[in-house]
């Protein structure tokens, strides 16, 4: 049976060809071909294929009675899944990449685009989220603030109003300064307070520094009485008490217990008043200076320093001020017209 049958040219065993060695013919193997004797293979037509990928030959059955069409493309070059070609045969042949998949990168895009704008939102609230939370600061600082005023309120109160009060009068003061200073009136003041002063210190020394409050509080009792804040009466009443003062509590001469009266009486009182006073004053300082020994009176007395009274140092400095004010009104108005 085997000798009747006839092999065609056709039917020789093939010759694979590998890819790794296409420039070596003499490594050319031939194909071993089943028994023609077998009855599995006598409907079966060997045909080659040549891949269209450069891969090599292919070597595959198919059934004539139209099982697949021998001009298809082999089975695992039709689906992407895994390849049915028999493990002995697979050296022969290269596994062809799969095309990428492009749509993940879309997906991934796409959920970027979406965290970034969720982050760009919450960076432009946090503005937002930062004044919320000061507000509610601000609300536990008010209710603490509530908690405290219930019990000490009216104290607390009370003195903020005379912080507030004295910053109006301070400012007030300023500016009637700059505008309204009465610089003649001010020199005035000086003039005949400085008088006073002098006459005191030729007569006991050191009786202007011995005293300084008492000469500060004369001289703000005499703008209280010139801004109509003290009465008349109390204002005579304030003089008397610190002529007492000093010289029956501080034991001081009579020159020097009614220099403080004196001068606040010379720089502020009508004008009859102020020569009054003065030749009073004088008057006292000639009998005090009459009543004192000699060696008393030749007694150098050495001052390392002098100081200025207060009330007078607060008139020199507003006369200043207005002057200096009205030279720069003066010439701010030169160089605009200019």
Request: aromatic share 12%; net charge positive; glycine share 6%.
């Amino acid at each position: 049976m085997a000798a009747s049958l006839k092999l065609s040219p056709s039917s020789s065993p093939p010759l694979l060809l590998n890819p790794k060695s296409r420039s070596s013919p003499h490594l050319l193997k031939p194909f071993p071909s089943p028994p023609l004797s077998s009855p599995r293979f006598s409907s079966l037509k060997r045909s080659n294929l040549f891949d269209r990928r450069g891969l090599g030959l292919l070597v595959h059955a198919v059934k004539n009675d139209g099982g697949m069409d021998p001009r298809s493309p082999a089975p695992e070059y039709q689906s992407g899944g895994e390849s049915t070609m028999p493990e002995r045969f697979r050296y022969l042949t290269r596994e062809a990449p799969d095309r990428p998949v492009r749509w993940p990168w879309v997906i991934a895009l796409f959920f970027l685009v979406y965290c970034w704008r969720t982050v760009l939102w919450e960076l432009s609230n946090w503005k937002k989220a930062a004044l919320a939370i000061l507000h509610f600061f601000g609300y536990l600082s008010k209710l603490a603030l509530a908690f405290v005023f219930h019990f000490i309120g009216d104290p607390i109160t009370g003195f903020i109003r005379i912080i507030e009060s004295s910053l109006y009068l301070v400012r007030d003061i300023y500016f009637s300064i700059i505008a309204f200073a009465p610089v003649p009136e001010l020199t005035r003041i000086i003039l005949f307070a400085s008088t006073i002063l002098a006459i005191g210190e030729a007569t006991v020394p050191d009786s202007v520094n011995s005293q300084p409050y008492l000469l500060t509080l004369a001289g703000i009792i005499g703008f209280g009485a010139v801004k109509g804040v003290i009465l008349e009466p109390f204002f005579w009443l304030f003089l008397v008490g610190i002529f007492c003062f000093s010289r029956f509590i501080k034991k001081r001469e009579s020159t020097s217990a009614a220099l403080p009266s004196a001068a606040v009486l010379a720089a502020i009182g009508e004008p009859w008043v102020r020569g009054l006073t003065m030749v009073s004053y004088l008057a006292l300082a000639i009998v005090q200076n009459s009543k004192s020994s000699e060696e008393a009176v030749n007694v150098e007395v050495s001052l390392k320093q002098r100081k200025l009274p207060l009330p007078l140092l607060l008139a020199a400095l507003s006369i200043g001020i207005h002057v200096a004010a009205k030279w720069i009104r003066y010439r701010h108005l030169r160089w605009m017209i200019a």
